[in-house]
């Protein structure tokens, strides 16, 4: 079965962060991404979102047009920053790798969601 593992944090926070903390972080991460791929437990590497300063968002607009701003939808603290795809036995299996995941620190949070089965 299939997890979508979404990763959140707080921009500001890793924006501020010093280089040689964020170093030590992706080669943590690169580290997980070793120890779960071989193991079976990664069906997608997923993405790395861009800051949300590069996003737009599309609205319904007036007269069945659209409507596009810049940012995001929401004006939050704690934004997604990316996703991996789990392969797992259930969603407790899916909770043990997520649990494992080394960006949870300071106000980080990892969803994990079951995905459909559209097959």
């Given at each position: 079965?299939?997890?979508?593992?979404?990763?959140?944090?707080?921009?500001?926070?890793?924006?501020?962060?010093?280089?040689?903390?964020?170093?030590?972080?992706?080669?943590?991460i690169f580290?997980?991404?070793?120890?779960?791929?071989?193991?079976?437990?990664?069906?997608?590497?997923?993405?790395?979102l861009q800051?949300?300063?590069?996003?737009?968002?599309?609205?319904?607009?007036?007269?069945?047009?659209?409507?596009?701003?810049?940012?995001?939808?929401?004006?939050?603290?704690?934004?997604?920053?990316?996703?991996?795809?789990?392969?797992?036995?259930?969603?407790?299996?899916?909770?043990?790798?997520?649990?494992?995941?080394?960006?949870?620190?300071?106000?980080?949070?990892?969803?994990?969601?079951?995905?459909?089965?559209?097959?």
């Amino acid at each position: 079965m299939k997890f979508a593992m979404l990763l959140s944090g707080n921009e500001a926070e890793f924006n501020q962060a010093p280089r040689e903390e964020l170093d030590a972080r992706l080669k943590e991460i690169f580290a997980w991404f070793e120890k779960w791929g071989p193991a079976g437990k990664i069906a997608d590497p997923g993405i790395h979102l861009q800051p949300t300063s590069t996003a737009k968002t599309v609205r319904p607009g007036p007269d069945g047009g659209t409507v596009v701003t810049d940012g995001p939808y929401l004006e939050l603290k704690e934004v997604i920053g990316g996703f991996v795809v789990l392969e797992a036995e259930d969603i407790e299996d899916a909770l043990s790798v997520a649990r494992t995941w080394p960006g949870l620190r300071g106000s980080a949070s990892v969803e994990v969601r079951p995905l459909f089965d559209h097959s």
